[in-house]
């Protein structure tokens, strides 16, 4: 052990600059896996338009595009029973989602409450009440696979940063042990080998005398 621990660190194989290799690809993918997941959140804020919300029984003019589905999402302190109107589209443009799905920008929770797909291109009016004092907002129809896939993959960074950083950490670890070990057994003093030393031989044992 004593000879192990003589040996000098700057002499092992793989180098330590390796321990600073794990810390730097480790970051460099947890920061992917931020930079994805901030992604993902912000496409989805972004996608509705809280710029131009309106109060309920208010009308506000958008412009829908033909075959091009958009959300309309309602902000209200509970469950009020809401309604939409859009008088000028044909029926059967506006439909209730199958599932939920909410947003939080700021302060306020968006709820999407229901979805558009008009027949043809233009400038409609819509109107929207609730039972409760709500906030309406137009925006884009939630891609819930992008977003979920989005997160997911910057949760695969987070892992991939743990077990690439550990992997190196650990082989590099383990090898410089090995390393120090054949050092340590080529500097050890040589062991002595041949028969062993002899001594005189062994004289006559004393007795009493013989007469």
Same mark, same amino acid.
């Given at each position: 052990?004593?000879?192990?621990?003589?040996?000098? &660190?700057?002499?092992?194989?793989?180098?330590?600059?390796?321990? #600073?290799?794990?810390?730097?690809?480790?970051?460099?993918?947890?920061?992917?896996?931020?930079? #994805?997941?901030?992604?993902?959140?912000?496409?989805?804020?972004?996608?509705?338009?809280?710029?131009?919300?309106?109060?309920?029984?208010?009308?506000?003019? !958008?412009?829908?595009?033909?075959?091009?589905?958009?959300?309309?999402?309602?902000?209200?302190?509970?469950?009020?029973?809401?309604?939409?109107?859009?008088?000028?589209?044909?029926?059967?443009?506006?439909?209730?989602?199958?599932?939920?799905?909410?947003?939080?920008?700021?302060?306020?929770?968006?709820?999407?409450?229901?979805?558009?797909?008009?027949?043809?291109?233009?400038?409609?009016? #819509?109107?929207?009440?609730?039972?409760?004092?709500?906030? !309406?907002?137009?925006?884009?129809?939630?891609?819930?696979?992008?977003?979920?896939?989005?997160?997911?993959?910057?949760?695969?960074? !987070?892992?991939?940063?743990? #077990?690439?950083?550990?992997?190196?950490?650990?082989?590099?670890?383990?090898?410089?042990?090995?390393?120090?070990?054949?050092?340590?057994?080529?500097?050890?003093?040589?062991?002595?080998?041949?028969?062993?030393?002899?001594?005189? &031989?062994?004289?006559?044992?004393?007795?009493?005398?013989?007469?």
């Amino acid at each position: 052990m004593a000879i192990q621990n003589r040996v000098p &660190a700057k002499d092992l194989r793989p180098r330590r600059v390796w321990y #600073l290799v794990a810390a730097v690809v480790g970051l460099l993918l947890a920061g992917a896996g931020i930079a #994805l997941v901030v992604a993902a959140v912000k496409d989805t804020v972004r996608s509705i338009d809280t710029d131009r919300s309106f109060s309920g029984g208010e009308s506000r003019t !958008f412009e829908f595009v033909a075959g091009e589905t958009k959300a309309i999402y309602v902000s209200q302190s509970g469950q009020g029973h809401v309604e939409c109107r859009i008088p000028e589209m044909r029926t059967g443009s506006m439909t209730e989602p199958d599932s939920t799905f909410t947003v939080t920008v700021g302060s306020r929770t968006w709820e999407r409450v229901f979805e558009v797909k008009p027949g043809s291109s233009g400038d409609y009016a #819509l109107t929207c009440t609730s039972e409760l004092p709500a906030e !309406f907002a137009l925006g884009d129809k939630p891609q819930v696979g992008a977003t979920i896939g989005g997160i997911a993959a910057g949760i695969g960074c !987070f892992v991939a940063a743990v #077990l690439v950083a550990a992997a190196i950490t650990v082989v590099t670890a383990v090898r410089r042990g090995r390393h120090r070990r054949r050092l340590a057994a080529a500097w050890a003093p040589p062991v002595p080998w041949g028969p062993p030393p002899t001594g005189p &031989a062994p004289g006559p044992a004393s007795g009493p005398p013989s007469w």
